[in-house]
């Protein structure tokens, strides 16, 4: 089976970038630019991703405010329950037993639709974010960009975090 590199774990990737910075000090010092970005935090600070959540929030707000007053309902339900008997509480608790599979359905068919959108915002937005990045990379004449979520330190003068955003604000404008 052909192995690619897609298919290897990011760990083995700086593992190995790493070990040939060490291996061949002198050369890779002289030879090898290394800039560091945080990938989320570049792509959620975008004023596309800020528009597509606005516009996410906005598609389910209905949905959101049905189980909002759906919430509501239950409570009322449960404060009659307390002072209810015989046939009116049996009534009260059947109809809160409905009203509670109502709303748990569709907090799962909510949770489900918005995860699906977001998944493909954010995958649509990646592949963006990614072609901007490597953009940036042949720009600067880098070899190699790392992301930052998995680094401890680094020099603010190599981290590219904030033109990785600038970049891909200017290449895809939220129109």
């Known amino acids: 089976m052909k192995s690619s590199w897609k298919s290897k774990p990011l760990h083995l990737w700086m593992f190995t970038a790493v070990f040939v910075l060490c291996a061949w000090p002198g050369q890779a010092a002289a030879q ?41 309902e239950l409570q009322e339900i449960q404060a009659q329950l307390a002072t209810a008997a015989g046939a009116g509480a049996q009534e009260l608790q059947i109809e809160g037993q409905r009203k509670q599979r109502t709303a748990q359905r569709l907090t799962e068919d909510l949770q489900s639709d ?62």
């Open 32 to 72: 090898t630019k290394v800039a560091v970005i945080s990938f989320q935090n570049a792509l959620l600070e975008t004023a596309d991703m800020k528009k597509q959540s606005a516009e996410l929030e906005a598609k389910y707000k209905d949905r959101q405010d049905e189980l909002t007053e759906l919430s509501a």
């Open 114 to 175: 918005v995860e699906f959108d977001r998944q493909n915002i954010l995958n649509g937005a990646s592949v963006r974010m990614r072609d901007v990045i490597q953009d940036l990379r042949t720009e600067r004449g880098l070899d190699l960009i790392i992301d930052g979520g998995s680094i401890l330190a680094a020099s603010a003068l190599i981290d590219l975090t904030a033109d990785a955003t600038r970049a891909y604000d200017e290449k895809h404008p939220a129109n």
